[in-house]
Structures are given as C-alpha cells and as structure tokens.
C-alpha cells in the first residue's frame, strides 16, 4: 500500500529537508516559462527519482494538472519512476558505437550486472541505460558512467572499468 507523504516525512526526516530544497526552486522558477520541465529535473537531482508523492507536490505547487505531470515523466526517458543505482553506466549505441562493437558492450554489461536498460541491479549500484550518441564518436565504441566518458571500449574492459566503480 502506498504510504501517504505525512507518514514518508515521518519515517524519513531527511525528506523534508529535501522538499523544502525543492519549493526553495519553485519559488524562483515558478513564474517561468517551461518551468514544470525544470523543476521535475531539479526534484530528480535532489531525491534521485521522481515517486509520486513528488510528482502530486510538482503537480500542487505548480497548478499543473497531475495528468499533465505523470505524462511528461513518462515522456522523457531521463525521468526515472524508479529509484536509481550508485552509478548510472550508459552504453552507447548510436550509428558509429553500434557498427565499431556497442551491442556486443552492451550485452556484456547485461550479462555482468544481469539487468537491462532501465534496470537497478539489486544491490544497488547500478543503472543501466542505452544512449544515442554522446558526442564522442571518435572514440566509439563508447560509454559513459556517471559524467565519465570512455572510448574505444570492449567486453573485457568494460568489466575492468565497472569493477573500479564496485
Ligand atoms: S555514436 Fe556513440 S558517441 Fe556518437
């Protein structure tokens, strides 16, 4: 059963500084335009997903109808519903990663952390994610883990460089 904020706050006196970080942003950006775009990425990077209870606070303080809320986070594949690892590892697979070996990194990174793309491990450390270019296609095969980015990546070192994130 879902736990209603009062409760979340409750148990978790941590969140509450948390929203306050996030109606501190509100209240400067709230008369802007786009804001409800800016404001759902401010509340991912403070909690490190979007529950609902963020989203019906968004949806409140913004007078944005919830409806308007949930489909823009099902929109964009960078809002997350879910909670995310320690570490975000992006696999690219744009044109020039995929013919020079992305998918055969990929499926490397799948089978050693057995999750796929939009996955946690269950321990907690990973996310996974594809991406279509990075900006980086020079150096593809390429991924990118956290705001590290690697080129000229196989299978094996792709294992070598997660290990260094473990
Ligand atoms: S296609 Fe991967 S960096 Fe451009």
Do not use: W
Request: aromatic share 8%; net charge positive.
């Amino acid at each position: 059963m879902r736990m209603n904020l009062e409760d979340r706050l409750k148990e978790n006196p941590e969140l509450k500084g948390q929203f306050d970080e996030l109606d501190t942003y509100i209240n400067e950006k709230a008369k802007q335009q786009g804001s409800l775009i800016n404001v759902m990425h401010r509340a991912q990077e403070i909690f490190g997903y979007l529950p609902d209870d963020v989203l019906d606070h968004i949806s409140t303080r913004l007078s944005v109808p919830r409806s308007t809320v949930y489909g823009v986070v099902t929109f964009y594949h960078f809002f997350s519903r879910v909670p995310k690892g320690r570490h975000t590892v992006s696999v690219c697979l744009g044109t020039a990663c995929y013919v020079r070996g992305g998918s055969t990194v990929y499926e490397r990174v799948m089978k050693t952390l057995g999750i796929k793309a939009g996955e946690t491990s269950p321990d907690g450390r990973f996310t996974l994610d594809l991406v279509r270019c990075v900006g980086a296609c020079g150096l593809a095969p390429v991924i990118v883990i956290d705001k590290d980015t690697y080129g000229r990546i196989t299978p094996d070192k792709v294992i070598t460089l997660l290990n260094k994130y473990a």
